[in-house]
Structures are given as structure tokens and as C-alpha cells.
Nanobody, 121 residues
Framework: QVQLVESGGGLVQPGGSLRLSCAAS????????MTWFRQAPGKQRELVSSIASDGRTTYPDSVKGRFTISRDGAKNTMYLEMNSLKPEDTAVYYCYALIRTATQNTFNAYWGRGTQVTVSS
């Protein structure tokens, strides 16, 4: 059984910073891409950032230059450093990963339960 657990969310003032973590646990053989999504109330879930197994990263224009994604392969953990936060960054942030377990021959998609980020004065 694989689990993804996010942490690090909270309330922050505009212009502030937060660091999110996503830890994968279980019988993990290999992790391919890891991705952060977010969903604000009444809006569709959107991609925030993605990092491939070789370290290549992807950012939409809305967070480029403010957010930085990284991963620690030894810890099976992904991070999202968020700076210059804006009220429009308020959302539940979800972790997503393509993981192959010790008993699987293919990569399967897993989601975390999310962590709330609120940017407000």
C-alpha cells in the first residue's frame, strides 16, 4: 500500500512564504514524475508544478519565478517552496505521483489528501 502525505500548509500573509512537503511511503520500487496540483473553492484542480525523475521541472506562468519544486529521492519526498504568496494562491494543495511498487510491473497514479494554504491579511 502506497501513501502520499502532504504537510506544511497554513495561513500566511500576502508576500509571505511556505514550504510544502509530500512524503511517499509503502512498498515503493520506483517513483517517476511527482506533481503538485491545487484546487480553490469553486474552481477546477490545476497543475502547480511537476518534477520528473531526472529533475526536469515544469511551472505554469501563474507561479513561475515564485515557486520552486524539488525532490529527495532517498527520502521519497517532494517539496514546494512558495514565495511572494498572493491571495489567489489560496487553495488545497495536492500531491500526485507515478509510483511503481515492489509487486507491480507498471507505474500507477497516487494522490495525497491535500493540505490547505490560505493567503490572507
Amino acid at each position: 500500500q502506497v501513501q502520499l502525505v502532504e504537510s506544511g500548509g497554513g495561513l500566511v500573509q500576502p508576500g509571505g512564504s511556505l514550504r510544502l512537503s509530500c512524503a511517499a511511503s509503502g512498498s515503493i520500487f520506483s517513483i517517476s514524475a511527482m506533481t503538485w496540483f491545487r484546487q480553490a473553492p469553486g474552481k477546477q484542480r490545476e497543475l502547480v508544478s511537476s518534477i520528473a525523475s531526472d529533475g526536469r521541472t515544469t511551472y505554469p506562468d501563474s507561479v513561475k519565478g515564485r515557486f520552486t519544486i524539488s525532490r529527495d529521492g532517498a527520502k521519497n519526498t517532494m517539496y514546494l517552496e512558495m514565495n511572494s504568496l498572493k491571495p489567489e494562491d489560496t487553495a488545497v494543495y495536492y500531491c500526485y505521483a507515478l509510483i511503481r511498487t515492489a509487486t507491480q510491473n507498471t507505474f500507477n497514479a497516487y494522490w495525497g489528501r491535500g493540505t490547505q494554504v490560505t493567503v490572507s491579511s
